[in-house]
């Protein structure tokens, strides 16, 4: 299963915050990359959650294509950026 930092999962939820109260983070695979978007909670999804609230859902398929993998915040120029890892 994903792993998901504590500091990741606290950007998503202020990443959220503008939005709606059951919106969430979906990754997604698009163009053979992983993508991150906005989008609600669907039955099946994996769940992350952060303070209570659900942040992160993966569907099935991308579960299992990053089961091994880590999603941490990093810094960069620009500001922290979420970050898929490599086991």
């Known amino acids: 299963m994903l792993k998901v930092s504590s500091t990741a999962a606290a950007r998503m939820a202020h990443l959220l915050k503008s939005e709606d109260k059951g919106a969430v983070l979906r990754i997604i695979r698009r163009d053979r ?5 906005v989008s609600s909670q669907r039955p099946g999804d994996q769940t992350f959650s952060h303070d209570g609230r659900v942040v992160l859902v993966l569907d099935a398929g991308v579960g299992n294509s990053v089961a091994t993998r ?4 990093r810094p960069a120029d620009s500001g922290p950026r979420l970050r898929m890892l490599m086991p």
Do not use: C, D, S
């Open 33 to 37: 990359r992983l993508r991150m978007q």
């Open 70 to 73: 880590a999603l941490e915040l």
